[in-house]
């Protein structure tokens, strides 16, 4: 047990270090300056009377995949009080909006960071009597500040990559302490079940994925018609959630299809917002004109001339889902893993992919038993593969409706978390 031991000794000495980083994190627009204490475990919020259930999700895919949850846990319950906490500040945009629409109850705090004064701080002054950690983000004093305390601990829509698998085997002794702190693991599917039990957990179950029980992906009606009517007709399709190397391919796959489609239009989306001037200046070198680059963080729409769209904001992936009916999924033609192509599919979008999709592989390997994506192998490929579903509407019809109904079949995963949540969900503090 010597690596935890490690963990706990380097984290407790690396208080200095970590407000450094939270303050330079700060300054790039990736904390909340006004929030920075949260991340200490402070707040200045108090706790409510009664019963408080924890959630954390640790950004944006797995705060979208548990707010429909809470909502129905608020509408089976009104006495209950729910804290959700997230690690990123798209995350906090995500749920201040859930807040503002239909969950006013819904306490907000950002995660403090793995240190074990800050944990217990947290801890002291929520008191949580229950706490559901969505998917795998496992931080070790925290868990085990959360045992010591008696607070029982759920894994909801649990997963484990390969990459991450490959990780806690070779520290294999620290992942069954930690593991055996869980009073209940709900796998998303057999693959992470048989891993975790592999590591030592004992009380899995596979529930679904909760990313797959969701409602789609939302788009503000306004920015929807303004972006539609500025397509005019054009041929469009995206690349949604790139990696770094990726933008630099699909310029190319765009001038390779761009010959047959001279009014193509390329939309990308990546992963990170905050590389947009990099993704910028890497296309403008490689356009032979200005106008041929548009940028959304300006304020700018497609217009005539615009061949490459950079939709380099946060927080509007469901507008361009809902704009472009062909969609190639990111971080799966460098070896990333890929992104979770769910959003898309529910949104009845033609999916496209490349090789590395590790990250989600049951997921695309369901999809491909639906016939609901097609995988293609390098920047040829996906250049031929988008030409035929442009050329031929009724396999790009075909395919979205595969991938949708891929969807529909995985309906249920909800009910039956929030079913298991209720034996949890009893007493409460005062």
Not at 1 to 22: E, K, N, V
Request: net charge positive; charged share 20%; glycine share 6%.
């Amino acid at each position: 047990m010597w690596a935890l031991r490690l963990y706990q000794l380097i984290s407790l000495i690396a208080g200095p270090f970590l407000l450094l980083s939270l303050a330079a994190r700060a300054r790039r627009g990736r904390e909340n300056p006004a929030r920075l204490a949260e991340r200490r475990g402070l707040t200045r919020a108090k706790r409510p009377k009664g019963q408080l259930i924890w959630f954390h999700a640790a950004s944006v895919g797995e705060t979208n995949s548990i707010l429909p949850l809470i909502a129905d846990m608020f509408a089976a319950n009104d006495d209950i009080n729910i804290l959700l906490t997230t690690g990123t500040v798209t995350s906090a945009e995500r749920v201040a909006a859930a807040q503002n629409s239909h969950m006013p109850k819904l306490i907000h705090q950002f995660v403090p960071l793995d240190r074990r004064p800050w944990a217990e701080r947290f801890l002291d002054h929520w008191r949580p009597d229950m706490a559901g950690w969505i998917e795998s983000e496992i931080w070790p004093n925290m868990v085990l500040a959360c045992a010591q305390r008696n607070i029982p601990l759920v894994m909801i829509n649990g997963r484990l990559s390969d990459k991450s698998f490959a990780r806690w085997q070779k520290i294999a002794p620290v992942a069954r302490k930690l593991l055996s702190c869980f009073s209940l693991i709900m796998a998303q599917d057999q693959t992470t079940a048989k891993r975790l039990r592999a590591l030592g957990a004992e009380a899995v179950e596979v529930f679904g994925n909760l990313k797959l029980d969701t409602p789609p992906l939302a788009a503000d009606e306004a920015a929807l018609s303004a972006l539609t009517q500025a397509f005019a007709g054009r041929p469009v399709w995206l690349a949604a959630s790139t990696h770094d190397g990726e933008e630099a391919i699909m310029l190319d796959v765009h001038k390779r299809v761009q010959t047959d489609f001279p009014d193509l239009l390329t939309i990308i989306v990546p992963r990170h917002a905050n590389r947009g001037d990099v993704i910028a200046a890497q296309l403008a070198r490689r356009l032979p004109d200005a106008s041929h680059l548009a940028r959304r963080s300006h304020q700018h729409l497609p217009r005539p001339q615009t061949q490459i769209y950079l939709a380099d904001t946060m927080g509007e992936l469901g507008l361009f889902y809902h704009a472009a009916n062909i969609v190639f999924i990111g971080g799966t033609l460098v070896p990333h893993g890929g992104q979770n192509p769910i959003e898309a599919a529910a949104l009845g979008c033609a999916i496209l992919h490349g090789p590395h999709i590790h990250n989600f592989t049951e997921i695309f390997a369901s999809l491909h038993h639906m016939q609901g994506a097609l995988k293609i192998k390098d920047s040829a490929a996906l250049s031929s593969q988008l030409y035929e579903l442009l050329q031929e509407p009724r396999q790009q019809k075909a395919l979205s409706q595969q991938a949708l109904a891929f969807v529909k079949t995985q309906i249920g995963a909800r009910r039956q978390v929030l079913e298991a949540l209720q034996p949890y969900c009893g007493g409460g503090h005062g």
